[in-house]
C-alpha cells in the first residue's frame, strides 16, 4: 500500500463517508459515490471516455497540486490524474520535462519495469500508484493505468503550442527490433503489429500490450503506430517497443524553437474536438 496514496484516497473516503453511510469496506478501490469526486476532466476528454466505451462510469479526477509554472518561469508541463472505478484505483503524475525518475507501484511487475523504460527513456518523470482487482486478473489495472496516463499526457501538454507533434524512434534490444511513429494530433488511433511468441512476460499477459497503447492512445489523442521489424523473444519485444515509444514521445513532446510557441497544425488545434 502506498502511503502518500492511501491519504489522498482517505480524504475522499472520508468525504464519501460523509455523504453515505454505505460501507466502503476499507478498500482503497471501493466504490466511491459520484458527489464525493469532483469531475474535473474537460468536456473534450471526458466525450472521448465515454466514446472509449468503458465498462462503467469512472470518476477521473485531475489534481491540481502541482504548481502551474516552472522554477524557470515557463508553465509546468506536469498533471496528476486519479481514476476510479469499482475496480481500480489509479494516480498517475507526468511530467514532461523531468529526469527520468520514475516511481512505479502498479501490482503488475512487469509493468512496473515498462514505465522505468517510458520514464528513463523519455526523460519524463513518472509516478504511478495503482490498486486494482488483480486477484481477477491485470486487465481493469493495467487498461485503466494506461487510460489515466493518457489523461494526465493530454493535460500536461495543454494546447500542444510549440512541440514538434510527431516522434518516430527505432530501438533495437538485442534480436528485437521495434519502429514507432506517433502524432500528437488529438486523433486517437493505434495501429499495432506485434507478434509476441509467448502468452505471458513473467505474470503479465502479452496480449495487455496492445490493449495498454491503445487505451493510452485514446485518452491522450495520439496517433500510434508500432510496427516490429524483428524479434523473437517476447520480453526483448515489449521492452523495445516501450523504449521506442519513450523517445518518440519525448522528441513529439519536446519544443521545436522555430515553431516559436505556435501551434503545429495547418487547421491550428491539436487537442481532441
Ligand atoms: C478506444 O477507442 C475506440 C474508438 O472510440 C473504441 O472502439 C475502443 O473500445 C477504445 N479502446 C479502449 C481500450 O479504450
Known amino acids: 500500500m502506498v502511503v502518500a496514496f492511501a491519504a489522498t484516497l482517505s480524504l475522499q473516503l472520508q468525504a464519501s463517508a460523509q455523504a453515505s453511510s454505505a460501507s466502503t469496506s476499507g478498500r482503497p478501490w471501493a466504490p466511491l459515490r459520484p458527489a464525493a469526486v469532483r469531475q474535473q476532466v474537460s468536456p473534450a476528454s471526458g466525450r472521448r471516455q465515454r466514446a472509449a466505451g468503458r465498462r462503467m462510469s469512472a470518476a477521473v ?4 497540486a502541482e504548481p502551474a509554472v516552472a522554477a524557470n518561469g515557463a508553465t509546468a508541463r506536469v498533471a496528476t490524474v486519479q481514476r476510479q472505478t469499482k475496480e481500480t484505483s489509479v494516480k498517475v503524475t507526468i ?20 514505465m522505468d ?23 481493469h489495472t493495467n487498461e485503466d493505468i494506461a487510460l489515466a496516463l493518457g489523461t494526465a499526457l493530454s493535460q500536461a501538454l495543454g494546447d500542444r503550442k510549440g512541440i514538434h507533434r510527431f516522434g518516430d524512434f527505432t530501438a533495437p534490444l538485442d534480436e528485437a527490433l521495434i519502429h514507432v511513429v506517433l ?27 496492445e490493449h495498454f497503447f491503445q487505451s493510452l492512445a485514446n485518452t491522450s489523442g495520439m496517433t500510434l503506430h508500432i510496427r516490429q521489424l524483428a524479434g523473437k523473444n517476447s520480453h526483448h519485444i515489449v521492452e523495445a517497443t516501450f523504449k521506442a515509444f519513450a523517445r518518440a514521445l519525448r522528441h513529439a513532446c519536446e519544443t521545436d524553437p522555430r515553431r516559436a510557441g505556435t501551434i503545429a497544425s495547418s487547421k491550428g488545434v491539436l487537442t481532441q474536438q
Open 183 to 209: 502524432d500528437l494530433s488529438g486523433r486517437p488511433h493505434l495501429s499495432c503489429g506485434l507478434e509476441l511468441p509467448t502468452e505471458r512476460i513473467g505474470s503479465y499477459e502479452t496480449q495487455l500490450v
Open 61 to 64: 479526477q485531475a489534481v491540481a
Open 95 to 114: 511530467n514532461l520535462d523531468g529526469t527520468g525518475k520514475c516511481h512505479s507501484k502498479t501490482q503488475i511487475p512487469f509493468l512496473d519495469h515498462m
Open 117 to 139: 523504460q517510458l520514464a528513463s527513456h523519455g526523460l519524463f518523470d513518472v509516478t504511478v500508484e495503482a490498486e486494482g482487482d488483480t486477484w481477477i486478473d491485470d486487465h
